[in-house]
């Protein structure tokens, strides 16, 4: 009787129970404003391959929440904004979709790359977040860029701003996309020189 009485009065107790916080109402993503059309053949017989790895972030972007730069030594994240995966896959993702659209390389996935390594670019994202004294989101990517011949390293900064009219989670995925690719069609210029 004890037992039944117990579990009664637990069961309203069972819908305010919680294991996490409470998701957002929409996740964030990427999308390439240049993509290889559906159903096109890459063959790396006919053209040049690159690799492009997944970049470095720094512990203020190791996590599927958005940043804001508040000061210079001071983060916050935004309320109510998260990606659907790491951002720095995100960004890889969006990538490799511009450059293989934009310079005719095919695209190789890691484990390709040791039958046909080709060039290789990887690098840090350094910046990808808000910046709250700007009022605008910053996207920097320090690229390192191995060619074909493997001779030489090269690197090169690129960086992206989208003004904002407010730090909030519905100015966040747009915005943000819009300087990700930005910076991924500077990437694909220099890469396909």
């Not at 999308?31 to 053209?47: D, F, I, K, M, R």
């Not at 293989?100 to 046909?116: F, H, I, K, W």
Request: contains cysteine; glycine residues 6%; positive net charge.
């Amino acid at each position: 009787m004890k037992k039944t009485l117990v579990l009664i009065a637990a069961l309203p107790l069972a819908g305010c129970i919680s294991f996490g916080a409470k998701p957002p109402a929409q996740l964030l993503s990427l999308t390439s404003t240049a993509q290889v059309p559906a159903g096109q053949v890459q063959n790396s017989a006919a053209s040049p391959t690159i690799t492009i790895a997944v970049p470095a972030v720094p512990q203020a972007l190791a996590t599927a929440r958005v940043p804001v730069q508040q000061s210079p030594t001071a983060v916050a994240y935004l309320k109510d904004a998260q990606w659907v995966e790491p951002p720095q896959r995100l960004f890889a993702r969006l990538l490799a979709d511009t450059v293989g659209a934009r310079t005719g390389r095919v695209v190789l996935g890691e484990a390709q790359s040791y039958a046909d390594p080709g060039a290789r670019l990887t690098g840090e994202l350094r910046n990808f977040g808000f910046d709250a004294p700007s009022r605008a989101v910053i996207v920097t990517y320090d690229a390192e860029l191995i060619r074909s011949d493997g001779k030489a390293v090269e690197k090169r900064r690129f960086e992206a701003s989208v003004p904002v009219t407010a730090i909030d989670a519905v100015s966040a995925g747009p915005a943000l996309n819009d300087a990700a690719n930005q910076v991924a069609t500077q990437v694909s210029d220099w890469v396909g020189r």
